[in-house]
T-cell receptor, first 116, second 114 residues
């Protein structure tokens, strides 16, 4: 079974609808991230969370919100979807190890969202 | 602010030829640099990373990268391309000091021609 799972894998919705993308991990990591990928733009950070009580905005948080329900779950919501939020969304996790300045991020398989 | 620039959105090489994917960085602190690979319809996986120490870093699948501070570069190379190397490659740098999220480049799509 995959360590980082995302549901749904594909979603088509209409402008104005509320959408929730979910991410779950079994890696026991404390840090979780949401990115979106657009062709030619690479991955851009939407929100990140270093533990259950810590939520931080990334570079493109407008129009999005998140919820860290538990250490293993991090959800991304689009309160009122718009067409320019059509993208591939990735969840990632990492662990904070004492004395380490960086720990590898592990990515989920992605959710392809289309907003009509 | 830290950033990376990948030169060339698409690189095409023949099977068996040298692969060279270019990445230049901008960082106000000693950089931690990474290359990730994304195969079709998959998430990203780490190829290699530079944090401290040896400037020539070896990764998975025969890839390596060299950190050159004087050139602010971290180019990715592989001596001989294989068809299975066709993918999108992303260079990334840590956003700030310490254990912070990554800033990704825009990606380079590698095509391998038989």
């Amino acid at each position: 079974d995959a360590d980082v799972t995302q549901t749904p894998r594909n979603r088509i919705t209409k402008t104005g609808k509320r959408i929730m993308l979910e991410c779950s991990q079994t890696k026991g990591h404390d840090r979780m991230y949401w990115y979106r990928q657009d062709p030619g733009l690479g991955l851009r950070l939407i929100y990140y969370s270093f533990d259950v009580k810590d939520i931080n905005k990334g570079e493109i948080s407008d129009g999005y919100s998140v919820s860290r329900q538990a250490q293993a779950k991090f959800s991304l919501s689009l309160e009122s979807a718009i067409p320019n939020q059509t993208a591939l969304y990735f969840c990632a996790t990492s662990v904070n190890l004492a004395g380490e300045n960086y720990n590898e991020q592990f990515f989920g398989p992605g959710t392809r969202l289309t907003v009509l | 602010a830290q950033s990376v620039t990948q030169l060339g959105s698409h690189v095409s090489v023949s099977e068996g030829a040298l692969v060279l994917l270019r990445c230049n960085y901008s960082s106000s602190v000693p950089p931690y640099l990474f290359w990730y690979v994304q195969y079709p319809n998959q998430g990203l996986q780490l190829l290699l990373k530079y944090t401290t120490g040896a400037t020539l870093v070896k990764g998975i699948n025969g890839f390596e990268a060299e950190f050159k501070k004087s050139e602010t570069s971290f180019h990715l190379t592989k001596p001989s391309a294989h068809m299975s190397d066709a993918a999108e490659y992303f260079c990334a740098v840590i956003r700030g000091s310490g254990n912070t999220p990554l800033v990704f480049g825009k990606g380079t799509r590698l095509s391998v021609i038989a």
